[in-house]
């Protein structure tokens, strides 16, 4: 488990900057916390380092809840946010897109997570990297890092900065 404290949306997106150069195909990030915790701005940093170019605009998918990129590897863009029943979230293909060779970062995490025990996730989710946000005042966030059976990497993805 890894902490990190920003102190500004600039600060955020540099994190998610340093975050997405290290992500490989196939890396499966969960976003957890409130409004306005900073999982978007994360996810804008994240698609920049994964290749994105700085171009693309990168918006939040509150509405079309899947995004899809195009980076160093594909990359998925979704946000869980609108979504209600079970039935919604069985429905949007998110099996498919989370064990395809993208990278997948998905906003609202929390609705994935099993009500009786927090630990196991829909689909039989594993392999993840859970980012816990929270909002320390109006300007500071604490992003906390726990990563799960991931693939390992060179050069491996902690220490981030
Ligand atoms: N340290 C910080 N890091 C990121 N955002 C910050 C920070 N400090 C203030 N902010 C502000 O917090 C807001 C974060 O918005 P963002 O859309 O990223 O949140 P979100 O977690 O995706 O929210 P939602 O649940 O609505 O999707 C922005 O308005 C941003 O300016
Ligand atoms: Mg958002």
Redesign the pocket.
Known sequence: MTKII????E???QLGIKLGAKLIEGDLVL?F????????????GICLGAGLDNKTYIR?P?FTLINEYQGKTPIFHI?L?RLETENEINNLGLEEIIYSKAITII??SEKLQSDKKPEEFKFGIHERLEIH?SNEN????EFTFSPFHLTPRTPPLFPLL
């Open positions: 920003t102190k500004n949306p600060e955020t997106l976003l916390g409130d409004l306005g915790a900073g999982k978007t701005c994360l996810t804008q939040s509150t946000d946010y906003e609202w946000i109006e300007t500071t966030r």
